[in-house]
């Protein structure tokens, strides 16, 4: 064998090995990208969710962190509350647009059923579900969906 008939020889041997290899790391990388992005944006919304929880404790008044209303709350803690409900809402549409979908891997189902156990605790608060309807304007139907379905099992499985 000549210099390029084993340059020849190589080539095939880059294209039948190199090229099937190529294709598998530019693949797995991909997915693996992929997953850092899902679990960089499940990061971002926690530090908005904890952003809020550190509203709610800031506004400890409003008594939000009880299960049961306590007391009748005066106009400018109804105003506080319903403004803390709208953030609330909003951020939890924003974790349903971002994580949620029809057919998720196992990763995405346990990003989502995170934010669903979040849905589902302030659900079971009567106050939070009766301020729902209007908070709903405008939000993405799919959302509004999932929330009020959620909102009515809470409901339902209040004691």
């Not at 039948?16 to 997953?35: E, K, N, S, W």
């Not at 971002?98 to 669903?116: F, G, K, N, P, T």
């Amino acid at each position: 064998m000549d210099g390029m008939q084993w340059l020849e020889a190589l080539s095939y041997l880059v294209t039948i090995i190199g090229l099937p290899l190529a294709i598998g790391v530019f693949i797995y990388d991909r997915r693996r990208d992929q997953q850092n992005d899902e679990e960089e944006i499940f990061l971002r919304l926690s530090d908005e969710y904890a952003d809020f929880m550190r509203l709610v404790i800031d506004n400890a008044d409003l008594h939000l962190l009880s299960p049961a209303t306590k007391g009748a709350l005066s106009e400018d803690q109804l105003e506080r509350k319903h403004a803390l409900f709208a953030i609330l809402v909003s951020l939890f549409e924003r974790a349903y647009v971002l994580v949620y979908e029809d057919h998720m891997s196992r990763q995405q189902q346990r990003l989502w059923q995170s934010w669903a156990d979040y849905m589902h605790e302030w659900c079971a608060r009567e106050d939070f579900r009766a301020a729902l309807p209007a908070l709903l304007h405008g939000e993405d139907p799919g959302f509004v969906a999932t929330i009020r379905r959620i909102a009515s099992e809470a409901n339902t499985a209040r004691p």
